[in-house]
C-alpha cells in the first residue's frame, strides 16, 4: 500500500503578516539569535512585501545588517553596476 501524503496548506499573506507583527518584538529583544524556524519564517514572508518589511525591522532591531539580513532571507544581491 502507497502511504499518503499530509495535506499541506500554503500560508496565505494575511496569516504571514499577524504570525511577522507576533514575532518582531521577540526578535527585538536584546541577545536573541535566529534559531532554525526564525529563518525559515524569514524565508517564507519574502512571498509578501508587508510581512517581509514587518520581520525585517525586527531583524534590524536585534543588530542584524542589511545585506545579512537579505543573504538569510534568500535575496538575491543585486547586479554590479559599472
Do not use: C, N
Not at 1 to 27: C, G, N, Y
Not at 31 to 41: E, F, T
Amino acid at each position: 500500500m502507497k502511504r499518503q501524503r499530509k495535506f499541506r496548506v500554503l500560508p496565505t499573506p494575511e496569516f504571514l503578516i499577524t504570525v511577522a507583527k507576533r514575532a518582531a518584538p521577540r526578535i527585538g529583544e536584546y541577545g536573541w539569535r535566529p534559531k532554525p524556524h526564525d529563518l525559515a519564517q524569514l524565508r517564507a514572508s519574502t512571498d509578501d512585501a508587508r510581512a517581509y518589511r514587518v520581520l525585517f525591522r525586527g531583524w534590524r532591531k536585534a543588530g542584524f545588517r542589511v545585506h545579512a539580513i537579505k543573504k538569510l532571507a534568500g535575496r538575491p544581491r543585486p547586479a554590479l553596476r559599472v
